[in-house]
């Protein structure tokens, strides 16, 4: 009987050291939200617009929507295995769980549950840093984020802005940067004395076997350098990505980002600062598609117990090499703490993209409000 106890407590030792040194944490956000989008074009002709009122907004308002899984494994020595595998839950108002066929289009398949965010395994070590490889986001990405005053979240009336859930006609967005970037390979430092720096690399090349083609490449080099030291932080980024389609008359498209973010805490109120620019570029190196885009934003976060206000407005320029641009928003939003976990919020914004010179004529508009509740688990 005596040896059985003692097999038996060796067995539960020997299990609870395992368990230690290997861990999966199942993690998510749930968001939903009454939401309200307006898309309006205006040019010499008229004015065309596009609207939305959604009860039940689930890609996330404040926060975007997901289901994640992180591990850890201790290798020893100071080294750890570790990864992440993460989805967007594109519509928890539908219960979206796969790709449906569009109405309109019998073979248009449109994501209405899983979307890809981050699927990427590494290894860490405490004095010589982190790689990562597979599906991450981009280093430019988290520096755009701490310059943001409203946490980055998918209303209009910031640099970050997107299209948020089906409308994207005569959208006014801004977003510079993919935020996500495939097959990347990551390496990020150690911090010294507040320090640390990102390092980021993601390359395809195809012969699709495409008579006239003879390869088809994608390139992306990123990086960010960032500084904290009590109450301020500061951090630098940027992403440069090229696609090249060798045929008889190559063709080349750049695309190259960077931005520059700080912050402050005053102690009642804290201050962020953002600054980016995107430029797109043709074979030629001449400006193409959206041309140079060019905003500074600043914003303001005041915590008041449970309670959260912000408030931010962005000012720039886009010339696209045959017209140019004013661009222009703003965004206010509160939140309420219920708990750890579960916050309900508001938020308003507004921006344009508004035509100057000989392209005054033309003006892009998107105005978005959100209401709703996150719950995080």
Known sequence: MKKSLIALAALSAFATAAQAQSSVTVYGVLDMSYTEVENKATTSSGTTTAKIKDTGNGDGALSTSRLGFRGVEDLGGGLKANFQLEYDLVNVGTGGTGLTVDATSSSTAVNS????????????????????????????????????????????????????SGVSTNSAKMRPHAVFVDRAVTYISPSFNGVRAELQTANTTTKPG????????????????????????AAYGFATTESDTSTSTNSTADTKVRAISASYDFGPVQAFALNTERKELSTAGALTGTGKTKATEIGVRVPMGKTMLWASAFDGDRDTGSATSDVAGYQVGATYAMSKRTTVYGIYGNQEIKGTGSNSANKTESTGMAVGVRHSF
């Open 210 to 233: 495409v008579t006239g083609v003879d390869e088809v490449s994608t390139n992306e080099v990123g990086g960010s350098l960032k500084y904290s030291a009590g109450k301020f932080a």
């Open 113 to 164: 549950g899983f979307g890809a965010r981050y699927s990427w395994i590494g290894l860490e070590d405490a004095k010589l840093g982190a790689l990562r490889l597979g599906r991450q986001e981009q280093s430019i990405h988290s520096v755009v984020v701490a310059g943001t005053a409203g946490n980055a979240n998918n209303i209009t009336g910031q640099i970050y802005s997107s299209d948020l």
